[in-house]
């Protein structure tokens, strides 16, 4: 089985119990690949330190490609220390890619400015400072005081940890709801998204997770 992912690219490891379930998320890195099935990652670190992930438990390694997010089983097969903690895993099982609604949705306010087509303009496009009420590694749904029925596609500009991170994006759902701030709420499905900036949505989503949790807010 080979593993279509890069060398040196970023895996999510969901790090399994004896019963199979989820008990929690690490970020690693692809180093090497022995052969099709056998390969070695970064030993995953948490808040500044390693986390030591123990010989013959089961893990979830999980990485994304342009037109989607893959996983598969894997198993621990040994530890080795050096400038960089490796871990060497075996894969168990086929890749499968993982269908868009199991992408975890953080709800979160992340400060937004959508960018679309517009001929009413004088510059041919219009943009709207907003924020986002929820995200995922697939997309995201922002609040709206204007209707986008008709818009198809646009810009989504993301400020996440200060940094700007421009994503474009085509609707998929665009509701009239009551509230008193904004009138719709619009769902977008991100598209030709560059491999690094999905990274770090997924990251700052975990991380904002990890947090949460820690808070016993989720």
């Known amino acids: 089985m ?6 040196g690219e970023k895996l999510g490891i969901l790090v399994l119990d004896d019963n199979g379930e989820e008990k929690s998320y690490l970020i690693s890195q692809l180093l090497d690949t022995i052969d099709d099935e056998i390969m070695e990652i970064a030993m995953p670190i948490s808040e500044g330190r390693l986390i030591p992930l123990h010989i013959n438990s089961r893990i979830k390694v999980i990485y994304y490609k342009d037109n ?19 871990l060497r895993i075996q894969a168990l099982s086929d890749v499968e890619k993982i269908q868009r609604r199991d992408y975890f ?12 087509d517009d001929s009413k303009e004088e510059n041919g496009y219009r943009c709207i400072d907003t924020f986002t009420l929820d995200i ?22 993301l ?28 769902g977008v499905e991100f598209i030709n998204i560059e491999q690094k900036i999905r990274e770090e949505i997924i990251n700052y989503i975990f991380d904002e997770q990890r947090r949460l949790m820690r808070k016993g807010m989720i």
């Open 159 to 186: 400020n996440i940890r200060d940094k700007i991170l421009s994503v474009n994006a085509r609707i998929i759902r665009n509701s009239a709801v009551y509230n008193e701030d904004y009138s719709f709420e619009v």
């Open 136 to 157: 995922s590694g697939g997309g995201l749904r922002f609040a709206s005081k204007h209707n986008f029925s008709g818009v198809d596609s646009l810009v989504c500009q």
């Open 68 to 86: 989607g997010q893959y996983c598969f089983l894997a198993k621990i097969l040994s530890r080795r220390k050096g400038d960089i903690h490796i």
């Open 2 to 7: 080979k593993i279509p992912a890069r060398i």
């Open 105 to 116: 949705r953080l709800n979160t306010v992340v400060p937004i400015k959508v960018c679309y």
